[in-house]
């Protein structure tokens, strides 16, 4: 086993390329024209780096980190844009969590949780 590794196809799937840095959880962005936009993570949170793609999925930068909430036990299972606000972007997860960045993915605020939902 030599560890997770990551792939990305610019020719819809007929080849692959190995990506350096493991992101096995992407997003397109969808008020990006060229297509080429994604934000990412890895589903195991160490480190806990929220990354984006400027070339579609062939390179990544770390940005920003996932909210504190994030655990390899209370993972995100989806990244959601703003239908109209393109700097706002939406995360969701486990025990009813839902965060959003109002800065792209920089930083994060608790929109929902289960204490909230306790509460």
Known sequence: DEGEK?????????????????????????HDAT?????GFSLYVQPNDFFESLDGGKSWTSFGKLPREVTNDNRVSNIVWDPIDEKV??????RGSIWKSADKGKTWDVILSLEKLND
């Open 89 to 94: 972007v939406y995360l969701n997860g486990g």
């Open 35 to 39: 297509g080429m936009h994604l934000l």
């Open 6 to 30: 990551s792939f990305y196809s610019h020719d819809g799937g007929t080849t692959f390329q190995e990506v350096p840095r493991p992101v096995n959880f992407a997003h397109f962005n969808p």
